[in-house]
């Protein structure tokens, strides 16, 4: 830490010309406000997401996975609503004014925005407990946003990628055990499924963004559509360390419960199933069905010979105490 | 705190419906995403700011003065560039799910945002140490925003309302003194002067609000327009508190770099000096011309007599350790 560093300084010589220049910023950080323009019509989806020091990273965590992951977590927010990504704000609260922390933080952030075509056009630095917040900005043509409430009985429940990678990862860090790249990376620098999100508009009922966890998720799109959904736990896609996992504990938390997978859960119409292989293709991503919208309500998991299985875990809820 | 309270029951209870009722929203709290429609012919222009506990503000603070005044200080910002406040996102950390606290919090924010035609439409709750951040989202005819880079020397400066009262009223609270409701609301409850952005659009050269205090805030809009100021003090508009103050210490640390202000301070041609008395009746508050814009570079503040002054404080820079 510099003696001589202040705050203006800071944000300056680290948060300016973070990301993909864009001809729609008239003016970024450094000002009172940044000024946009939205192209005619588009929509524009905003989400804000926290991550606080110690609930969702741990505080020793590298800084440029950090900033990776801050961003990540909103762009998978714009994805669940099938945007394109364009901009993002920062408000990052700091122990101290660490110049070497921030560089490596707007690095990490950077990378990803860069790879996203995401301007970072706003940014604001105070002291205080470690929290990161984003806020990210996308377009959707009028009207056409993926929404939560459009599932309907019948269609097919799907997922993009596998399930329960960062939970193992996570469950590994703690216990002091290695973990390997593979994992490491799918906990510290998800890829948010922005490609998968675009091609879904128009043709998905419904849309999510795995956050807290499958259970957690999938039931807000129950909830919003009034309809119920049954998931089949063999058809779940794991990773062989995560069914390696499941199995070991016959304990199915980490890919239904334990939160921070960042891929998508979508509603199809069963007619649109031919589609799969060609929207994979095309996101760039494995999709696969894993059960089915029905009527009533409520989510139930059943295994492959049709028993039900009770949950034991729930999505990750900051201030559930049950 | 109750048992059973979740994060996002929590949201859906206390952050539905806060603040104006917009057509522009088509999504808001709740989804992943907010959707929202910007008027064509217009730029959006973004603020992000975060207030942390025992930073900003005290932590045993009325939570519905925060609320009013982590929207303020955000709509203040908005009224630097001009803009014509719309829409607000929260990102909120609470150490614990009080649902007392965070209705009396809904509160305060949605009174000023009711006030000031402002819809919240996002929200993200968190577990950690208490942080407020807010971004608001407002509208500026395209190219007509107000910037901190156009003053040139022979033009005015100008400010709105009366400086140091926010910080008379911190200073009296720090020694527990009894505070006046007229000052314990200028800390607490600050207006943001969102119609005199509006009208000073396409008039004022420059224009910045005062968070900060006078001598780094104005110092922001020296130093990206190029150019120098003189301050009279005596000019300076000050309640007869701060006056007092001021005199009775020889010390003009309040009205100067105390910061908390949210008053703005623009620049003028001196041309358009006639116009002030017509500007502060359609902005409804007092302007006062407290100095000029000359060519070189830094801020000179002069008494009466024309004897500088040289300057103890300086504005409230959160990592500066000097």
């Not at 128009?202 to 966890?213: E, K, M, V």
Request: charged share 20%; with cysteine; glycine share 10%.
């Amino acid at each position: 830490m510099r003696p001589d560093v202040s705050e203006f300084d800071l944000i300056r010589r680290c948060l300016t010309g973070v990301g993909a220049a864009r001809d729609d910023v008239r003016v970024d950080v450094g000002d009172d406000c940044a000024l946009l323009r939205v192209p005619p019509g588009r929509e524009l989806a905003v989400g804000i997401d926290t991550l606080v020091a110690g609930v969702h990273f741990l505080p020793d965590c590298d800084p440029a996975a950090l900033g990776w992951k801050a961003l990540a977590v909103n762009l998978s927010d714009l994805a669940a609503v099938g945007a394109e990504p364009a901009w993002a704000t920062l408000a990052l609260t700091l122990p101290a004014a660490d110049e070497d922390w921030l560089a490596a933080f707007a690095r990490g952030f950077g990378e990803l925005a860069a790879a996203e075509d995401v301007r970072l056009v706003g940014g604001d630095l105070t002291r205080g407990p470690l929290t990161v917040t984003v806020q990210a900005h996308g377009f959707v043509p009028m009207d056409h946003a993926l929404r939560r409430d459009g599932a309907r009985p019948g269609d097919l429940v799907c997922v993009s990628g596998a399930l329960g990678d960062a939970g193992l990862a996570l469950r590994h860090l703690l216990a002091g055990e290695p973990v390997d790249d593979y994992l490491r990376r799918r906990l510290e620098r998800p890829t948010p499924r922005v490609a998968l999100g675009e091609v879904l508009r128009g043709l998905a009922t419904a849309a999510i963004d795995l956050s807290d966890g499958l259970l957690s998720d999938l039931g807000h799109v129950l909830a919003a559509s009034g309809c119920a959904a049954r998931v089949e736990l063999d058809r779940l896609p794991l990773t062989d360390q995560v069914a390696a996992a499941v199995a070991a504990a016959d304990d199915w938390t980490l890919p239904l419960a334990a939160g921070d997978d960042y891929e998508l859960c979508f509603t199809l119409p069963r007619a649109a199933a031919g589609q799969l292989p060609v929207l994979a293709a095309a996101a760039g991503c494995p999709l696969t069905t894993i059960g089915e919208i029905e009527s009533g309500s409520g989510l139930r998991c059943v295994h492959a010979d049709g028993t039900p299985w009770q949950p034991r875990g729930r999505g990750y809820d900051h201030f559930a105490t049950a």
